[in-house]
């Protein structure tokens, strides 16, 4: 080879390797823009989950409470047997007592809570989770307790199920 076909390749391999780097970063660059609108949509689906949960289970405001209610039914339900259900509505399983309930999901603590996430207490005093709630927000919670109360909203912060807080649990 003479020096000016060497002069001619070398520019060559430097404008396709020029053209190599920067189609490269052109398609990390995208790939980079594509990753992030997923993850803003991962947290809008658990807001939007957490709504239709919600949703749901207002539609059963004032439905009496009732201790061991049998799961699946709607003419009475208890804390567990209720958000099982509302959960299920939703296609998400979870077990059937408040207890097994605490231990699905990510636990949050009680200042980071979002809508969404089951809140749990021991309203006995004896150590043992014996209530959930669904938190929607606002301070607010979604649960049935109490014969003559059924299906309700409650304010969380000072209440019986504040005192009593044990863990919250995030499942969505």
Same mark, same amino acid.
């Given at each position: $080879? ?6 001619? #390749?070398?520019?060559?391999? !430097? ?7 920067? *189609? $490269? ?8 823009? =594509?990753?992030?609108?997923? =993850?803003?949509?991962? !947290? ?26 049998? !799961?699946?039914?709607?003419? !009475? ?41 089951? %809140?749990?207490?021991? =309203?006995?005093?004896? *150590? ?15 649960? #049935?307790?109490? %014969?003559?109360?059924? %299906? ?14 044990? #863990?919250?649990?995030? %499942?969505?």
């Amino acid at each position: $080879m003479n020096s000016t076909t060497t002069k001619r #390749t070398g520019k060559g391999i !430097a404008k396709k390797l020029a053209a190599l780097t920067l *189609g $490269m970063t052109i398609a990390f660059t995208g790939a980079a823009m =594509t990753i992030a609108p997923q =993850t803003t949509h991962a !947290a809008t689906s658990s807001s939007t989950l957490a709504k239709k949960i919600t949703a749901t289970g207002e539609k059963y405001m004032g439905v009496p409470y009732k201790f061991g209610a049998k !799961a699946g039914i709607t003419s !009475a339900f208890d804390c567990s047997s209720f958000i099982q259900y509302i959960f299920k509505k939703n296609g998400i399983s979870l077990p059937r007592s408040s207890k097994q309930q605490s231990k699905v999901g990510v636990k949050v603590s009680k200042s980071n809570l979002k809508a969404g996430d089951l %809140v749990f207490s021991d =309203t006995n005093g004896d *150590g043992v989770i014996n209530h959930v709630s669904l938190y929607i927000g606002n301070g607010k919670l979604l649960h #049935t307790y109490r %014969v003559g109360i059924g %299906v309700t909203i409650s304010t969380f912060k000072g209440s019986t199920w504040d005192r009593k807080f044990v #863990t919250a649990r995030r %499942v969505l």
